[in-house]
């Protein structure tokens, strides 16, 4: 192979590598929007329901539960790609059916005031771009309180509503 052949296919697989790169800068850029519109951070960010979000933790999960009667309490997950706490070991598919269908990896249902069922509408362009931007988050190490039964002692604060 003569020198400017192999100058003109090193060329085309940068081009190549660019476009792919740039594919995906795109979708997660729509990923971000989406997450945005969707108001996820307005649920699963540190700080929310304190008045006062930490946005170096975005998407870090919640200290502050809230309280569904006949289930129990529930504390936003962290959804930042963080191994130990977070989305870290989910692939993009398994985001993907939580966010459509409502159920984890581990087959546990999300809590009731997750919109999956809205979600569920979600193109598959879209779902993929949101499951991107997830995985591009940097990760935060933040460990939410454990979800308690209608019965037990929560571990952390949170919210309720009561009926006069």
Same mark, same amino acid.
């Given at each position: 192979?003569? #020198? *400017? ?5 090193? $060329?085309?697989? /940068?081009?190549?590598?660019?476009? @792919? ?6 979708? $997660? =850029?729509?990923?971000?929007? #989406? ?5 996820? @951070? ?7 329901? #304190?008045? =006062?979000?930490? &946005? ?13 009667? @006949? #289930? @129990? ?5 962290? /959804?930042?790609?963080? =191994? &130990?706490?977070? /989305? ?24 009731? &005031? ?10 598959? %362009?879209?779902?993929?771009?949101? %499951?991107?931007? /997830? ?5 935060? *190490? ?9 019965? %037990? =002692? ?11």
């Amino acid at each position: 192979m003569n #020198l *400017s052949v192999m100058k003109a296919a090193a $060329v085309a697989l /940068l081009l190549v590598a660019a476009a @792919g790169a740039q594919a995906q800068d795109s979708r $997660v =850029k729509r990923g971000e929007y #989406l997450a945005t519109i969707m108001d996820c @951070g307005g649920c699963h960010t540190p700080g929310v329901f #304190l008045g =006062k979000p930490d &946005a170096g933790r975005a998407f870090g999960g919640s200290e502050v539960g809230f309280q569904i009667p @006949g #289930l @129990g309490v529930f504390f936003p997950p962290n /959804l930042t790609p963080d =191994k &130990a706490t977070g /989305l870290g070991n989910w692939s993009e598919k398994e985001i993907i059916a939580a966010i459509r269908t409502g159920i984890r990896p581990d087959g546990r249902v999300l809590a009731p &005031a997750m919109p999956w069922r809205h979600y569920g509408a979600l193109t598959n %362009a879209d779902a993929s771009a949101l %499951a991107a931007y /997830l995985m591009s988050l940097p990760p935060v *190490s933040n460990q939410v309180p454990a979800i308690t039964g209608p019965s %037990a =002692k929560p571990s952390g604060p949170y919210l309720t509503v009561l009926m006069p």
